[in-house]
């Protein structure tokens, strides 16, 4: 991806990031981990609307645990603004059990932005 386009995205999810921690008629939440703590589809959503075409898939995993944003090969999630190689290595991964870490990583699910849904 080139740099231009990385700096786009990247100043997207920072918009978005921002309307969700301080403006009204968002969820309340303080931080990208309570945005990634049930709201990353929304968060996703709202993403993929401001991007338009530029980004071709939001993933989700199996068990509907985790929502994000990929563009050019590179995934974006409320946490990882910079963007990450492997949707693998994005924090909340982490933070699940290891059951719950392994059934999601089973199988991940490509939405085509047409077909997602808040």
């Excluded at 199996?62 to 590179?74: F, K, M, N, P, R």
């Amino acid at each position: 991806m080139d740099k231009s386009t990385d700096e786009y995205v990247q100043e997207t999810i920072k918009m978005v990031l921002y309307d969700f921690i301080h403006n009204e008629g968002t969820p309340h939440v303080h931080d990208a981990v309570e945005i990634n703590s049930g709201y990353c589809r929304r968060f996703a959503s709202r993403v993929l609307k401001r991007l338009g075409s530029l980004s071709k898939v939001t993933r989700q995993d199996a068990e509907d645990i985790h929502t994000w944003v990929e563009v050019d090969g590179q995934h974006y999630d409320a946490e990882v603004i910079g963007g990450v190689d492997d949707p693998h290595d994005l924090p909340i991964w982490e933070r699940l059990t290891d059951s719950r870490r392994e059934h999601a990583a089973e199988a991940c699910s490509v939405l085509n932005p047409d077909e997602f849904r808040e």
